[in-house]
């Protein structure tokens, strides 16, 4: 059974750090594509990083460029959101997601929701003073 839990959530104040974390049973993640998202109350989840299976290539959204970081360990089978001087406007429901995405086959990942099959429950991340 596929399964991606979220975890690392809290709150934090501005300029502070998360480390967001990805557990993934049932499959093994290096064979994935991984995907970041967040999803701010009223808004629509908007993509944030992905990290590749096939070429290991990565993506920020403009938003967060510089500030946040992906990483996957394929040992621990986890992925990682590293969050760093963190604003108000980053206050969201975060969610990982995969999407088939074997090395060396296909094209790289993308951060458009409708390209992943698996999601994780999310995890609150709230930014506040």
């Known amino acids: 059974q596929v399964q991606l839990v979220e975890s690392g959530g809290g709150l934090v104040q501005p300029g502070g750090s998360l480390r967001l974390s990805c557990a993934a049973s049932g499959f093994g993640l290096d064979y994935y594509h991984i995907g970041w998202f967040r999803q701010a109350p009223g808004k629509e989840r908007k993509g944030v990083s992905c990290?590749?299976?096939?070429?290991?290539?990565?993506y920020y959204a403009d938003s967060v460029k510089g500030r946040f970081t992906i990483s996957r360990d394929n040992a621990k089978n986890t992925a990682y959101l590293q969050m760093n001087s963190l604003k108000p406007e980053d206050t969201a429901v975060y969610y990982c997601?995969?999407?088939?995405?074997?090395?060396?086959?296909?094209?790289?990942?993308?951060?458009?929701?409708?390209?992943?099959?698996?999601w994780g429950q999310g995890t609150q991340v709230t930014v506040s003073s």
């Open positions: 997601a995969i999407t088939w995405g074997p090395p060396g086959q296909g094209p790289s990942c993308t951060t458009w929701s409708n390209d992943y099959d698996y």
């Open positions: 990290i590749s299976g096939s070429d290991g290539s990565i």
